[in-house]
Each structure stands twice: as structure tokens, then as C-alpha cells.
């Protein structure tokens, strides 16, 4: 099985918490037109870092190094899940029968439906047991 | 009440004959320490170039890092063998100091702690819990031995757990305490909380940073002691150098045991009575470690006036250094340590800044890092990681617990010339 289509780059981005930080990232991918189309905060002591999927990863990379920015390539998979009461519970069953570990995790609701959005630590062999599983992984080309 | 009248009273000449005497036994025993045979020829001088106290000008200082390059055991005048006790103290590069003592150095260690509690009226009736750390640091046994020398009932309680301090104060009857003044401060918020108001206690011996008097004022008030500022270093022993007498203004050093120079720090120039500088010191009495002109870094006068109770000389208490070393929680830090430390961890770079605050009277030290882009790896459970990594390094090398801030590599002020690494923001009142 090819599961390389099904890898998506995510970018992360190492911030300080304080005011101004996230408007200093959006700002700059907003100047070379890149849209996000998926993005979460992760939060610890004093920092955070900014995940988020867009549309040309490799342009918001050096966008954001030029700028100083601390910014790292991430694989993470995509879930297609039914935008209905009970959709997250479907994916979540699966991925748990199929043994799956989540490192973390989010969600958006966009044009194509629900989507979840997962940072797991066996890539390859989470693609195929969700593949498996009868669940739909979307193809990084949905993305970028 | 005097320890021992005859000494502490000495009249100017037979103080100085004395010094005289003990300086040249001194100046004959570093002979056997390698670094000050050669400091001697190098400013060709021999042990007998000093024939008078003046003299003493002729040799060249001593300073911190001498003793460091000398460790662990270079300072040593005496075999091993005959040194019965290590000490350290925090180094700059991860190296601590070493100071050693032989029997009768603790013996004439603990009797000048003796006289300083003696001079504020502890008797041998008095209940002492010295709240101070019993390790390689001096100020726990230090004080303990010459608790015991005295008399006391000592509760060697050293430091942690308020609460189980609190309550022994309380049932033991303790009348005197000795710790930090930032932790007497502490103490005195739980007592609060647990609402006592710590009946039994008299006196309050305070050192190991400096405090100011306002500090002093509310320490009594919400403590119910009479306050005393305390002053010593490692390589001078440890605590009991010199001590506040009752009338509180300004410290009795102990001029037959410390011959006292104060010098400009820049030139090296000794300065007059009333002038502040940097306290240089040659200790008279110590065997396992003599030290010539020892530069303590702490700056402070010799006071002019007399003392009503007929003691030597006082210094004027401690205001600051005359280099850049950092007193936290009663600790000694050189900004150098924090750098040593992070060029270790190749995660975070080089650059730092210190910030220094007082929360809730004690002193809270918070370390900015940059994090190295090379090893950004994107993931949080990272960074975390490392932020825990510096940590618990800074920990081992400071014996201090700080805060660590990651942030944006590239954030952080650079300097050209001279740095401001460090940004104390502790009231100074």
C-alpha cells in the first residue's frame, strides 16, 4: 500500500505565550496568500506551540524562518468523519479497536465534512490499520 | 556578656602586637601552600619582608579564583591528614571552592560563634534551632558547634518543612532562632496561618544575605525577637566573622582573628575609615587554609566611631558586591555559573537573562533560554522535556531551584561590551 499520499506536512511553530504572537504568525502567512485550513494551539509552562495545516507548507516554512521564527515540518494523517451527532464516536471507535495511539489531535469542519486531524507515532503502520479498518484517510493532495 | 572579655576588649596596642605576631605565623605557613610561595617570589618578598602590620601591603591578593584553580586541595598548608572537616562553596565553572579545617580550626571557629551569640545574650539557657542547610554549606554546623560550645539546647532542625519548624518552636520553647532573613520572613507568614504567634522566642540571628533595616523592623514585629545581622563567608570559616552587637549599628569583626583592610576594588588602594570599598581580609588564626589579603567581593567601611561596648572596630553592614555575584535564598551565584550551564545543554543557546524577584519574601530566580532552532523538532512533549533538562541542571550545579523560560531564538537582548544579563528586581529599601 502506498501510504506516503496519506502523509500531510503539518507545520508547528514554537511561541512564547504572550499577546501578539499568533496575530505575528497569521499576519505573515496572510502576506504570501497561504491559507489555513486547519490549526490548533498546544500550551505548556510559558510557551505553546502553533500546529497548523495550510495550503503551501514549504512557502509558510521559509516565510516564517525568515522572520525568526523556530518552525518544523510535522507528518500528521487526516480522518474524514461524518459531520453528524455520533461522527467523532465512529473514528474514535475505530482507531481504538485498531490500537491506534493518539499523541494529540484536532478537528475541523470544513467544505469536504468533519475532518480529525492526528499526530500518531507509528505513521506507516497507522495508516494501515485505519486503512484496515474501513475508515477514510484523506490524501495529502486534499491539502497541498 | 562577653565570651572571652580579655580578647574582645583588647586596648589598640596589644591588639595590634598581637595581630603583629599571629600575621608573621601565618605569612610562615602559607610557605607550605605552592601558590603563595610563588606569589611571594614573584613580588620578591620573603617571610621576612613583613616586619610590621603595614607591611602586609607588600603581598599581592588573593582572590576567588585563585582558590578555585586551586582545586580541590591546593590551599592546603597542612598533610590531609591533619584536616578534619571539608566545606564547599558554590564555584563559577561547576568547580566548587574547597575549604578545609583542622581541629583547632573548628575549635577557633566555634569559639568566635560563641562570642557573637554570647555578645547578644545567649546563654547556655537559650533553646536554638538553627533553620539553616547542614550540608556542605558552614552556616549549619557552623553555628551548631558553637551553639554547643555555649551550652544551648540546639535543635539542628536545618532547613524545609515550616510547619514541623513551627511546631518545634512552639513545644521545644525555643528562644532562638537562626536562618535566612528572607526565610525568617516566611516562617513568620505560615506561624501567621497557623495562628500562633511563636511566644517562646527572644532573638533572631540572621545572615547569609544581605537585608535591609526595614526588613529588620518587621522581622521583630511579627516575629516578637530582637534581630541580628550575622556575617561570615566559607573561606573565612563561615558564619561568625562579624556579628551585630546589642547596640545594632554595624558588626564586630573580630580583629585579633582578622586582620581587615578595606581597599578601592579598582585600584587595589586601601581606603580610610568612613570610606566604603571592598572588604580584604587575612585571617590570623586558620591553619588548614591560611589566606593572605583575601578579597571577599562584599563592600562595606570600616566605621570610625567607638562602640559602647568596648568591642573592636565594627564594619558597617554588608551593601553589595564589588563584583557580579548574586546572593539568592542565602546561595551564591555568579552569572557565569548559569552561562557554564547552558553551554552544556547544545539544545538552548548561549544567551541568557537572569531576572531576580521577591515572592512572598523569598527570592525567586527565573532563567530565560533561548531554544536552539537546530533542534526544534516541532513537538511540545520536546520542549517540555528540555525545559525540565535545564532545570534540574541549574539545579545541580546552582543547589538552587529556578524557573526556566524557554523563548524565541533571537528574542533575547545581545550585548556589545558590557552585559546586563541579570535584572534584580528585589525592592531595595
Redesign the interface.
Known amino acids: 500500500m502506498d501510504t506516503q499520499k496519506f502523509i500531510i506536512r503539518?507545520?508547528?511553530i514554537?511561541?512564547?505565550n504572550r499577546p501578539g504572537r499568533l496575530a505575528a504568525i497569521a499576519h505573515a502567512l496572510g502576506e504570501e496568500n497561504i491559507n489555513i485550513l486547519a490549526f490548533s494551539i498546544?500550551e505548556?509552562?510559558?510557551?505553546?506551540?502553533v500546529?497548523a495545516l495550510v495550503d503551501k507548507p514549504e512557502k509558510a516554512h521559509d516565510k516564517l524562518q525568515s522572520l525568526?521564527?523556530?518552525?518544523?515540518?510535522?507528518d500528521v494523517i487526516a480522518v474524514q468523519m461524518k459531520d453528524q451527532p455520533g461522527g467523532l464516536y465512529v473514528v474514535a471507535k475505530i482507531l481504538g479497536d485498531a490500537g491506534i495511539n493518539i499523541?494529540?489531535s484536532y478537528a475541523y469542519s470544513g467544505k469536504e465534512g468533519a475532518v480529525l486531524i492526528l499526530r500518531v507515532d507509528q505513521v506507516e503502520d497507522a495508516i494501515k490499520k485505519i486503512r484496515n479498518s474501513g475508515a477514510v484517510l484523506l490524501e495529502r493532495s486534499v491539502f497541498h | 556578656m562577653y565570651w572571652d572579655e580579655k580578647i574582645e576588649t583588647l586596648k589598640p596596642a596589644d591588639l595590634q602586637q598581637l595581630q603583629l605576631k599571629r600575621l608573621k605565623k601565618t605569612v610562615k605557613l602559607v610557605q607550605n601552600v605552592g601558590f603563595y610561595k610563588n606569589k611571594f617570589a614573584e613580588a620578591k618578598i620573603k617571610p621576612s619582608s613583613i616586619k610590621t602590620l603595614d607591611d602586609i601591603r607588600k603581598i599581592p591578593f588573593t582572590k576567588k579564583q585563585d582558590l578555585r584553580d586551586g582545586y580541590p586541595f591546593g590551599f592546603f598548608a597542612v598533610p590531609l591528614k591533619k584536616v578534619i572537616r571539608i566545606h564547599t562553596t558554590s564555584g563559577t565553572t561547576g568547580k566548587p571552592t574547597v575549604v578545609g579545617y583542622t581541629r583547632n580550626d573548628l575549635d577557633a571557629w566555634s569559639d568566635l560563634i560563641a562570642r557573637n551569640m554570647t555578645m547578644v545574650g545567649i546563654t547556655a539557657d537559650d533553646v536554638f534551632q538553627n533553620m539553616v542547610n547542614y550540608g556542605m554549606f558552614t552556616g549549619g554546623l557552623g553555628f551548631h558547634y558553637g551553639a554547643e560550645k555555649i551550652g544551648m539546647t540546639v535543635i539542628p532542625s536545618a532547613t524545609g518543612n515550616t510547619k514541623r519548624q513551627i511546631e518545634m518552636i512552639d513545644d521545644f520553647g525555643v528562644t532562638t532562632i537562626h536562618c535566612t532573613p528572607s526565610y525568617a520572613m516566611h516562617l513568620s507568614e505560615v506561624a501567621e496561618e497557623l495562628g500562633t504567634s511563636l511566644e517562646s522566642l527572644k532573638t533572631g540571628l540572621f545572615g547569609a544575605e544581605s537585608w535591609s533595616e526595614s526588613t529588620r523592623k518587621s522581622l521583630e514585629k511579627r516575629l516578637g525577637v530582637t534581630a541580628y545581622d550575622s556575617y561570615g563567608l566559607s573561606e573565612l570559616f563561615g558564619p561568625g566573622v562579624a556579628f551585630e552587637c546589642p547596640e545594632r549599628d554595624g558588626l564586630h569583626i573580630w580583629h585579633d582573628s582578622y586582620l581587615v583592610e578595606i581597599i578601592d576594588p579598582k585600584t587595589g588602594e586601601q581606603l580610610a575609615d568612613g570610606e566604603r570599598g571592598e572588604l580584604v581580609v587575612t585571617p590570623l588564626v586558620k591553619e588548614a587554609m591560611p589566606l593572605l589579603r583575601y578579597r571577599t567581593g562584599d563592600v562595606t567601611m570600616l566605621m570610625e566611631d567607638g562602640c559602647l561596648c568596648r568591642r573592636g572596630k565594627k564594619i558597617a553592614r554588608i551593601t553589595g558586591r564589588s563584583d557580579d555575584m548574586l546572593v539568592i535564598r542565602g546561595i551564591n551565584v555568579f552569572p557565569s555559573q548559569i552561562e557554564h550551564v547552558l553551554l552544556k545543554i547544545p539544545e538552548v543557546g548561549n544567551q541568557f537573562m537572569v531576572y531576580i524577584d521577591k515572592i512572598n519574601h523569598l527570592d525567586e530566580m527565573t532563567v530565560e533560554v533561548e531554544i536552539n532552532r537546530e533542534y526544534f523538532s516541532g513537538e511540545l512533549a520536546d520542549l517540555a522535556n528540555l525545559q525540565k533538562k535545564v532545570v534540574k541542571e541549574l539545579r545541580d550545579a546552582l543547589e538552587l531551584r529556578t524557573t526556566v523560560r524557554l523563548v524565541e531564538p533571537g528574542s533575547l537582548p545581545r550585548f556589545e561590551g558590557k552585559s546586563k544579563r541579570v535584572i534584580d528586581r528585589r525592592e531595595k529599601e
Open positions: 503539518q507545520i508547528s514554537f511561541s512564547e498546544a505548556a509552562n510559558g510557551f505553546g506551540v500546529r525568526g521564527f523556530n518552525i518544523a515540518f510535522t499523541e494529540y
